[in-house]
């Protein structure tokens, strides 16, 4: 694996966990009324990457699961997201 590669791969593996981590967070602050944060950011972390970790905190913490933009957005993010990665590897 080049250098390039392994950037990717520590890029993508450290924006899942915060996607994930910034889910739960948010989960936490709306049981206890306090301020949340964004939907917007919520979705950014996503399409920066982060797909697979907003997907999972969507499951683990039981949140955003009945806002439609993230009940679909996230897998339809997601699958771009696989099919773009399968377009890169193919055409390399």
Do not use: C
Not at 8 to 23: D, E, K, P
Not at 26 to 42: G, M, N, P
Not at 72 to 81: C, E, H, K, V
């Amino acid at each position: 694996m080049n250098t390039l590669h392994s950037y990717l791969a520590y890029y993508l593996l450290a924006i899942n966990a915060v996607a994930f981590i910034v889910y739960g967070i948010d989960k936490y602050k709306a049981k206890k009324a306090k301020w949340r944060i964004q939907e917007t950011t919520l979705l950014l972390l996503a399409v920066l990457g982060g797909s697979i970790g907003a997907w999972m905190g969507m499951k683990v913490w039981h949140h955003k699961t009945m806002h439609k933009k993230f009940k679909y957005g996230i897998p339809a993010i997601l699958l771009i997201q696989i099919a773009l990665m399968a377009y890169l590897h193919m055409n390399r």
